[in-house]
Every structure is written in C-alpha cells, then in structure tokens.
T-cell receptor, first 109, second 117 residues
Framework: GENVEQHPSTLSVQEGDSAVIKCTYSDSASNYFPWYKQELGKGPQLIIDIRSNVGEKKDQRIAVTLNKTAKHFSLHITETQPEDSAVYFCAASDYKLSFGAGTTVTVRA | EAGVAQSPRYKIIEKRQSVAFWCNPISGHATLYWYQQILGQGPKLLIQFQNNGVVDDSQLPKDRFSAERLKGVDSTLKIQPAKLEDSAVYLC???????????????FGEGSWLTVV
C-alpha cells in the first residue's frame, strides 16, 4: 500500500514569514495529492489539492508543487498569519487516500 | 450545503464496553468513509462504502469493529468490546466519487472523540 512521509513534524514561524512542508510517497500509481488543515477539535478541511498532470498550483497565499519523478510534493504558505496555526496533513491517492503524520504549524505574532 | 454530521461528539467508556457512532454524509454523496485518528497521527481508513456496499474494509479490526450503511445514506460504526488502544477520534467523511475513482474531494465531519478507560 501507499506510504506517505511528512516533514517536519513541527514548524514554528514568525508572522509574515513563509512555511514549507514536504511529503514523499511510495506508490507511483498515486495521482491525487490533497492537503488538509485541521484545527483543534475539528475535522480535517481541504485547503488545496494537485493532480499528477500538474506540477504546481497556487491559491492566494498557498501553493503546492509536485515532482512525480522524485515522488515528492510540498506545501508553501506565504505571509503567514496567526490563523494559519494548525496541523497540516498531506495525502496521496490512487483511489485510496493515505495520510502523512501531520505537521503542527505555529505562527508567532 | 450541510456538511458531514456525526454524533456523539464525545464519549468515555470503560474497556470491554461497547460504543456506537453515527454519521450522516453530505446529501447525494455516494461514498462514505470511516477513519480512525489516533492522537498525533494522520487519519487511517477503517472502511469505505459505495452506496450501501463495502468497497474496502481491509484495515477494520473485524473481531471488534463493525459498520453498516443501510439504505446507502446514514452509517453506524460500532466497537464491541472496546480496548484501551481504541481511544481515538473517529472521523466520518464522504465524497461524490464513484467506485475506485480518485481525485474527488473528501469532506470530513468534526469527529467523534472516544476515550476508553
């Protein structure tokens, strides 16, 4: 089955700086890569996704990149704000979604 | 549009007792999932339904966990008897994806927090 590794496990950034989270996956058949944000006491919420026919996608302050050859993808958050503090999960899927272990992001004011 | 509804939100039980969680997916979503999320980990798929049929239950501990989705809408996840290691958040999710189709957004509920003491 698919194995997704996510780094770092914790990330502390100053407000206004950028945050980068990296993930690798093992199954070359995976073709869909969503990112979820989970706030305390809530379920994961999709923030952005990318498919294997696209190398990069951007939505306001959030961008994702995908390198299928190397089997890794990344989340970039620019101009971080306190409300970006949460746990972020990457995931990979051919038809079954497998999640990374999560990154706890703390934005310091 | 109403999201995925789950109940109860919190439950504390003693080991060897039983517990049931209920989920109502987003209206019209054919696919329903139950995930287990242990503290500090990512969600792990327990079972996936397509309408009222099981697509994948390979990671469901069938000696103690059971799930059903009668009439292809609501679903119930039951644990009997519970063990200490079952303490986790049980997340229900749904999508409009068809059988074994990738790339459709999966929407999660708020989760049911289970503590086994």
């Amino acid at each position: 089955g698919e194995n997704v590794e996510q780094h770092p496990s914790t990330l502390s950034v100053q407000e206004g700086d950028s945050a980068v989270i990296k993930c690798t996956y093992s199954d070359s058949a995976s073709n869909y890569f969503p990112w979820y944000k989970q706030e305390l006491g809530k379920g994961p919420q999709l923030i952005i996704d990318i498919r294997s026919n696209v190398g990069e996608k951007k939505d306001q302050r959030i961008a994702v990149t995908l390198n299928k050859t190397a089997k890794h993808f990344s989340l970039h958050i620019t101009e971080t704000q306190p409300e970006d503090s949460a746990v972020y999960f990457c995931a990979a899927s051919d038809y079954k979604l497998s999640f990374g272990a999560g990154t706890t992001v703390t934005v310091r004011a | 549009e109403a999201g995925v509804a789950q109940s109860p939100r919190y439950k504390i039980i003693e080991k060897r007792q039983s517990v049931a969680f209920w989920c109502n997916p987003i209206s019209g979503h054919a696919t329903l999932y139950w995930y287990q999320q242990i503290l500090g980990q990512g969600p792990k798929l327990l079972i996936q339904f397509q309408n009222n049929g099981v697509v994948d239950d390979s990671q469901l501990p069938k000696d103690r966990f059971s799930a059903e989705r009668l009439k292809g809408v609501d679903s119930t996840l039951k644990i009997q008897p519970a063990k200490l290691e079952d303490s986790a958040v049980y997340l229900c999710a749904s999508s409009s994806a068809g059988l074994k189709r990738s790339g459709n957004t999966i929407y999660f509920g708020e989760g049911s927090w289970l503590t086994v003491v």
